[in-house]
């Protein structure tokens, strides 16, 4: 499938000005070189800690910010260098959700005009005017159409966020890219925005990408996910192989913070993995692999040399020299292409074997379980 | 297990209530008897909280009866006075050169008394006068905040080099001596320049200067603003539906950017006020004959022995404008400040 989205080599340096001439002394190195790409109907979620990049990435891809270096696609078409009217045509397609429902909505404005501001910045009349339009759409979005009239300040957060979400999606954009829609909302209401984030993609026929750092967030919605650590991606893999077999020792610590909500299980198999140290500073990274420094498998190799986003199983590409779960490699080639560390080795046939009953159980066990969320494509995208 | 049961409908019941306002096609219960639904904007909110300040409202009506006396002032002087430029030497006691009558010369046909030596009628002068001051005072106010809106915007949403330029020449301007510069310049002022007299020649040359003294401050208070709300999410939503940098500074910056210059306006007037008064008291402001407060002060020094009260009126005049500007002012600051507590 041609993909809707493509990401390459994809770079944003923040330069850092010092003193009177304002001569550039280092630069913030928020996104520093990812790859990857987005299929129409699809959900990547992207998720990784505070200043990974992730935000960054999201501003990049809707072009709010101009990328230092590496190509964003889309469609084909390379957008990455366009200025403000040349972007415009773009805008239609690819549409933004943000993150605060109190600072992206302007409090001067109605709701009818907010919702408005895309027909009239982009010249659409849309069938039986502007506000029959936007009452539609306040319709879909589950707001009363006749709070047209009203200030943002008469709502709450949570339908805020759902007049944010009419705004993106009066357009009828292709791609809409999510920057962490649900984490300035309360629990309750979180749910009901991923639901209607859910429930729209059905509708419309949507592609979303959705940043998030809840990682219960990014589970229930993403047909894909992209693990960010320190401006690069380190893992990049389809929900299932993700959650169940995670193959970068940042992912798996990632996956083991996930609170457990039942007491009774708490405790009984304590298999969290607490990273030591703070993030490294984006304007200097660590040279080699960035997770060198916080990482219990790391080697020489690791503080020398990048590891590349390799696809280690179909459709699970991941950063590593010392994979996790690297038993379960049955790329072939894949396996030379890392080297695994001996102590992690078991005799390998029964691993193996192991490993394959181990993918089959799971899998099984999660169709039932996976039936009501709607937008479980459970096919990861053939290598 | 009363208590987890307990707590748990308690959190589904919250649950619905929360959730109730977002439901599809659920009637809003507040807005369901009146028909229209129409939203309170943030204008109509602060104005009924100027409504419930007794001290600014009452400095409006202060402020309001003083444009209607600026505006109406030949009527009023033709119903309560005498021309402000007549002279009533019967009034005045040949001998000093101080009115005749007591306190000042105060009586029913002179209602502020008469001015010593010449004995105009002071009462008239004081009306007239107000039309200066206001004039004066909420022209250059405007020219001020037009100018300083316009270059603090620039300076706060471009920043850069234009930034760096626009605020070191707002540092400039702050620091320079402007009640000396204003002395020299009216100095060298022709006595009539595109099409006016002498005394409007004056009268320009002070809104001009005061009002182009007057704009860094308004500039340095809307570059800030700019810079915090540059970075607002809305901007960048209006980014992303294809808004170029105009559409942006008019339709999502500046309406939130009318409240701060508001406030800074309304309480720049009686700064103003001030200013002219202090020109024309030291003689670099209107040239008589026309009347003006600070130049009746200013008069009134030589004579203030043996008549107290002609330094007193005008005094008393600039007093309770500026008294009555600054409580409005600050009423409609406490009005517009979402976090104000009345």
Redesign the interface.
């Known amino acids: 499938m041609e993909p809707l989205l493509k990401v390459t080599g994809l770079k944003k340096h923040f330069p850092i000005k010092k003193g009177l001439l304002q001569r550039q002394t280092g630069a913030v190195k928020a996104v520093d070189g990812i790859d990857f790409e987005v299929l129409p109907g699809e959900t990547l979620g992207v998720v990784g800690e505070s200043g990974c990049g992730k935000s960054t990435m999201g501003?990049l891809i809707?072009r709010?910010l101009e990328p230092t270096d590496g190509r964003v696609e889309f469609q084909g078409k390379d957008i990455s260098h366009l200025g403000?009217?040349g972007?415009?045509p773009f805008?239609?397609d690819?549409?933004?959700i943000?993150?605060?429902p109190y600072?992206?909505?302007?409090?001067?404005?109605?709701?009818g005009t907010i919702v408005s501001?895309?027909f009239k910045?982009?010249g659409v009349e849309p069938e039986g005017g502007v506000k029959k339009e936007v009452q539609r759409l306040l319709?879909l979005v589950?707001?009363?159409p006749?709070?047209?009239?009203?200030?943002p300040?008469?709502f709450?957060g949570?339908?805020r966020q759902?007049i944010?979400i009419a705004?993106a999606l009066a357009?009828k954009p292709k791609l809409v890219v999510a920057d962490e829609p649900v984490s300035a909302l309360?629990v309750?209401?979180q749910a009901?925005v991923v639901n209607l984030l859910d429930d729209l993609q059905q509708e419309l026929g949507l592609t979303y990408v959705i940043i998030a750092h809840d990682l219960s967030v990014i589970r229930h919605v993403s047909d894909r996910i992209a693990v960010m650590y320190l401006g690069k991606i380190v893992e990049l893999a389809d929900r299932k192989s993700l959650y169940e077999n995670p193959m970068h020792p940042y992912t798996r610590a990632l996956m083991s913070a996930v609170p457990i909500p039942d007491p009774r299980r708490r405790g009984a198999k304590s298999d969290r993995i607490l990273l030591t140290g703070d993030v490294p500073s984006p304007i200097a990274p660590p040279p080699g692999c960035r997770f060198h420094t916080r990482c219990w498998k790391a080697t020489d190799l690791c503080k020398t040399q990048e590891p590349p986003l390799v696809e280690l199983r179909p459709g699970q590409r991941v950063a590593c020299h010392h994979p996790e779960n690297a038993e379960l490699l049955t790329i072939p080639g894949a396996r030379e292409s890392v080297e695994i560390t001996k102590a992690e080795t078991k005799p390998e046939a029964k691993a193996e074997a192991e490993a394959k009953a181990e993918v089959e159980t799971p899998a099984s066990a999660n169709a039932d379980a996976d039936a009501d969320a709607p937008t479980e494509g459970g096919d990861a995208p053939k290598a | 297990m009363t208590a987890p049961l307990h707590e748990t409908s308690a959190g589904e019941s919250?649950?619905t209530v929360?959730?109730a306002?977002?439901?599809?096609?659920?009637?809003?219960k507040s807005?369901g008897s009146a028909k229209?639904?129409?939203?309170?904007?943030?204008w109509k909110i602060a104005w009924t909280r100027l409504k419930r300040d007794k001290l600014a409202l009452a400095g409006a009506f202060v402020v309001l009866f003083l444009v209607l006396v600026a505006l109406f002032a030949p009527v009023i002087v033709g119903l309560l006075g005498h021309p402000p430029d007549e002279f009533h030497e019967d009034q005045i006691d040949p001998l000093f050169g101080t009115p005749i009558g007591s306190w000042g010369g105060v009586s029913s046909e002179f209602l502020f008394g008469v001015e010593p030596v010449n004995g105009r009628d002071v009462f008239s002068r004081i009306v007239y006068g107000t039309r200066i001051s206001l004039l004066v005072a909420v022209a250059a106010a405007v020219f001020a905040v037009v100018l300083g809106t316009v270059l603090g915007i620039v300076a706060g949403y471009f920043g850069g080099w234009i930034d760096a330029a626009l605020s070191r020449v707002m540092d400039v301007m702050l620091a320079f001596p402007q009640l000396l510069f204003t002395i020299a310049l009216v100095s060298v002022l022709p006595n009539s320049l595109l099409g006016l007299d002498g005394s409007g020649v004056r009268i320009a040359a002070l809104i001009v200067v005061i009002g182009f003294f007057g704009w860094p401050y308004v500039g340095r208070i809307v570059r800030g603003q700019t810079l915090s709300l540059r970075n607002?999410?809305?901007v960048?939503?209006?980014?992303?539906?294809?808004?170029?940098?105009i559409?942006i500074l008019r339709r999502?910056l500046l309406?939130?950017l009318?409240a701060p210059i508001t406030v800074y306006a309304t309480l720049m007037i009686p700064t103003n006020i001030l200013t002219e008064a202090a020109l024309s008291f030291l003689g670099a402001g209107v040239k008589p004959p026309t009347a003006s407060w600070g130049q009746m002060l200013s008069t009134a020094i030589t004579t203030y022995e043996a008549d107290p009260l002609f330094m007193v009126i005008p005094g008393l005049a600039i007093f309770i404008t500026v008294l009555a500007f600054n409580l409005f002012g600050d009423g409609v600051r406490d009005a517009l400040d979402p976090k104000g507590s009345r």
């Open positions: 501003r809707t709010l403000v009217s972007m415009r805008r239609r690819i549409q933004m943000f993150q605060d600072g992206s909505l302007n409090p001067r404005h109605t709701v501001a895309p910045l982009q319709g589950g707001l009363n006749e709070h047209y009239n009203r200030y300040h008469e709450s949570g339908q759902r944010g705004r357009l309360d309750s209401i009901q | 919250t649950a929360v959730a306002p977002d439901a599809p096609g659920t009637p809003d807005g229209a639904i129409e939203g309170r904007s943030p607002r999410e809305y960048e939503a209006a980014q992303s539906l294809g808004a170029g940098r559409y999502e309406p939130n009318i």
